[in-house]
């Protein structure tokens, strides 16, 4: 198995805002209405509102919101027509930057992704100019407290897992993109529940910011892309520090 995972290092230290958390549910929910309108509201025939109701469910977002979402969409014929674009970008100190979004407007999006990079001090890239840095890999998190290591791990691997990790507080296990739905379903059969199950973009390797006010600044650019309504996902390699 791997040693401590990458992904660890970058995440995020500090803890949601109730008004942060709020903007997640109007964000999944809008993934999920997308979704449903494009593969039709059952689970069972299209997998990725499969794996959107479970993201939602791992963020805490209650079942009626989930449920009134997919009927709404459902019943709905015309209305905003929503497009998923991703932008590649550099921040400070070339950290390497991947936005997901969600948008009825690209130029706005792209013109509001842009202006939030250079006011950071980074720049907007092609497409390709960062993806080649990450790994695409579905990702799932297990509370670790109560559970053998052991015993996960072998039930994450004959569920078809890739790799297990453990760095003392959750249990993390890779797939592959496609067999994320049927790691989890598997893994949920057997009892565990997540904290986490998503398709993430997995750096292949971290950067450092030494400089405090280039620190800042990446602190701000990611800020500034969680506020705005179109972005779905944020994606970098920086080694963010302890806080």
Known sequence: ?????????????????????????????????????????????????????????AANVPNDNIERIIKKAAGESGGADYE????EGYGPNG????VET???????????????????????????SVMFMFDRKGIIEIEAEGKSEDEVMEAA????????????????????????????DALEEKGYSFTSAEVQYIPQTTTAIEDAEASEKMEKLIDMLEENDDVQNIWHNWEMPEE
């Open 1 to 57: 198995m791997s040693g401590h995972s990458k992904w660890n290092n970058i995440k995020r230290k500090k803890e949601k805002t109730d008004a942060a958390k709020a903007k997640i549910f109007t964000k999944m929910g809008r993934e999920i209405a997308v979704i449903v309108k494009q593969g039709g509201p059952n689970p069972q025939e299209n997998s990725r509102l499969k794996d959107a109701i479970a993201k939602a469910k």
């Open 84 to 87: 998923e674009l991703v932008y």
């Open 95 to 98: 950290v390497a930057v991947i």
């Open 102 to 128: 969600l948008t009825d407007n690209r130029n706005r999006t792209a013109g509001d992704i842009r202006h939030y990079f250079d006011k950071c001090g980074g720049n907007l890239g092609q497409s390709g």
């Open 157 to 184: 691997l004959e569920a078809g897992a890739e790799d297990f990790d453990f760095d003392g507080d959750v249990f993390e296990i890779s797939t592959a993109p496609g067999d994320l739905g049927a790691v989890r």
